[in-house]
């Protein structure tokens, strides 16, 4: 059982609705990231969240919304999508040092993605 | 910039024949780490190794090995004698430090055949 669980698993939503995706870590871990995939295309980092705090942002669109009530829990709200935002959205944690501790080299550890689909 | 390269788009090959799949990167950094990763069709990638840069021996665990080459910036991975449970998509990444600074190659897909 993978330590990062994801839901739903799959999703279609039109261009109106509004969504969101979920992701859960039981690993302890206090850094949490969003990475979207697309079809053969490297992973996309979009958002970091270390601490509780966003620390990355990777020019994302602002129909994506990401939320981090806590250190195990990271939303992704979806809103007005578009057709090419269709993707395999993954959830990763990490135990990333504190930003003024350093670099460490963390892996990451993923869910098994959410994948969606806009009609 | 940091950028990591996987030419082989897809790779099939017959159970029990040995398969390498290339990664080769490029970086500014001189301290820098590179990892492995697996993606099977469950979705979630699994992590396989992370190897910094002052270390340049090989590894080997189990069927899996990796060659890694400074001169080169190559960080090839090698599966013997492979198994229709090694069909997966496999990612290359390099990373100066930090898992929040991680960039992936595009993936290779290995497809092991009975």
């Known amino acids: 059982e993978t330590g990062v669980t994801q839901t739903p698993r799959h999703l279609v939503m039109g261009m109106t609705n509004k969504k969101s995706l979920k992701c859960e870590q039981h690993?302890?871990?206090?850094?949490m990231y969003w990475y979207k995939q697309s079809a053969k295309k490297p992973l996309e980092l979009m958002f970091v969240?270390?601490?509780?705090?966003?620390?990355e942002n990777n020019s994302v669109p602002s129909r994506f919304s990401p939320e981090c009530p806590n250190s195990s829990h990271l939303f992704l709200h979806l809103h007005t999508l578009q057709p090419e935002d269709s993707a395999l959205y993954l959830c990763?944690?990490?135990?990333?040092?504190?930003?003024?501790?350093?670099?460490?080299?963390?892996?990451?550890?993923f869910g098994e993605g959410s994948r969606l689909t806009v009609l | 910039a940091q950028k990591v390269t996987q030419a082989q788009t897809e790779i099939s090959v017959v159970e029990k024949e040995d398969v390498t799949l290339d990664c080769v990167y490029e970086?500014?950094?001189?301290?820098?780490?590179l990892f492995w990763y697996k993606q099977p069709p469950s979705g979630e990638l699994v992590f396989l190794i992370r190897?910094?840069?002052?270390?340049?021996q090989n590894e080997i665990s189990g069927r899996y090995s990796w060659n890694f080459q400074k001169s080169t910036s190559s960080f090839n991975f090698t599966i013997t004698a492979s198994q229709v449970v090694d069909s997966a998509v496999y990612f290359c990444?390099?990373?100066?430090?930090?898992?929040?600074?991680?960039?992936f190659g595009s993936g290779t897909q290995l497809t092991v055949l009975p």
């Open positions: 990444a390099l990373s100066k430090g930090s898992a929040r600074q991680l960039t």
């Open positions: 970086t500014r950094d001189t301290t820098y780490y």
């Open positions: 990763a944690s990490s135990q990333d040092l504190a930003k003024d501790r350093g670099p460490n080299t963390g892996e990451l550890f």
């Open positions: 690993l302890g871990h206090n850094a």
């Open positions: 969240y270390n601490f509780k705090e966003q620390t």
């Open positions: 190897r910094n840069s002052f270390d340049e």
